[in-house]
């Protein structure tokens, strides 16, 4: 289980949804709700109350050099916001 959340995300946005119990993680593209549930849960000892999750398309990427243009993308990925149980937090730098 401890391989389902690769990373917390932490940006401005994120933090703001704090104050709603929401926080969002980084998961493989192959997990679901459930399995990012309890994996939260087990890991932060909290109660999750919903999992939502959405796929992130990566973006397409181009460089020049002097041998000419290389074209690509950065990965596509998997984001899960996971609301909490009133009264529930999680502290990211806590509980590493």
């Known amino acids: 289980m401890a391989s389902i959340l690769v990373r917390p ?3 401005e ?3 703001e949804l704090g104050d709603k119990r929401q926080y969002a993680f980084e998961v493989p593209i192959s997990a679901n709700k459930i399995v990012v549930g309890k994996a939260i849960e087990k890991k932060f000892n909290v109660k ?3 999992v939502r999750t959405m796929l992130i398309k990566g973006k397409h990427k181009s460089q020049m ?3 000419g243009r290389f074209d690509g993308f950065t990965k596509t990925w ?3 916001i996971v609301t909490l149980k009133e009264g529930d937090k999680i502290d990211y730098f806590g509980n590493v």
């Open 9 to 11: 995300i932490i940006t």
């Open 13 to 15: 946005k994120i933090t």
């Open 48 to 50: 999750v109350t919903s």
């Open 65 to 67: 050099t002097r041998r």
């Open 78 to 80: 998997k984001k899960a």
